[in-house]
């Protein structure tokens, strides 16, 4: 047995208008305003892309001083940099002694059970982390030269100007 259904002809409107970008922001208004599922969703987006990310770091700010090195060691820089990257925040990321080692391309970070955040690094300017700092004299003790490093751009201060550069900063959190 079959049944074969015709298909229903939708009636066309005599007069149909442009679209234009009033029109559609019209009717985005309108489905804002009349469906209630809508007012619900737009709640939970800001609240999961901006209030909870707020109370975290403002929890963690709060207990910053107070935490152990090894509770310290947990937070990774870059989470930290482009958390407050996220709100637009002024970021600068400084790295000295060891932490310039991490600017060299081609890391082996899986032979010493670390994180390669290499590409992380490369990525911190479209969070807005534009402001990257190396130390000359950590450069130097480690045999290293401002073009051997991966990331780009990056400004390689003295000794005096990395406390003038400590003072321009509100906050500074050293991991």
């Keep these: ?18 679209v234009t970008q009033l029109r559609v922001a019209l009717s985005e208004w ?19 892309t901006i209030l909870l990310p707020v109370l975290f770091a403002a929890i963690t700010s709060s207990h910053w001083g ?17 958390a407050g990257g996220a709100f637009d925040l002024p970021l600068g990321m400084l790295f000295m002694d060891d932490g310039v080692l991490q600017l060299m ?25 534009d402001d990257l700092f190396a130390c000359h004299t950590s450069l130097a003790e480690r045999g290293l030269s401002p073009t051997d490093l991966s990331v780009e751009p990056m400004q390689v201060l003295r000794d005096q100007d990395i406390a003038a550069l400590i003072e321009h900063y509100d906050q500074v959190i050293t991991i």
């Design 1 to 18: 047995m079959s049944a074969v259904s015709q298909a229903q002809q939708i009636p066309r409107l005599a007069h149909t208008g442009r």
């Design 30 to 48: 309108t489905k804002l305003r009349s469906l209630r599922s809508t007012l619900w969703s737009l709640f939970a987006g800001v609240l999961l």
């Design 66 to 82: 107070s935490m152990s090195p090894h509770e310290r060691a947990d937070r990774h820089p870059l989470d930290i940099a482009l």
């Design 105 to 129: 391309p081609s890391q082996r970070a899986s032979a010493l059970q670390q994180k390669d955040i290499t590409a992380n690094l490369q990525a911190l300017s479209m969070f807005g982390v």
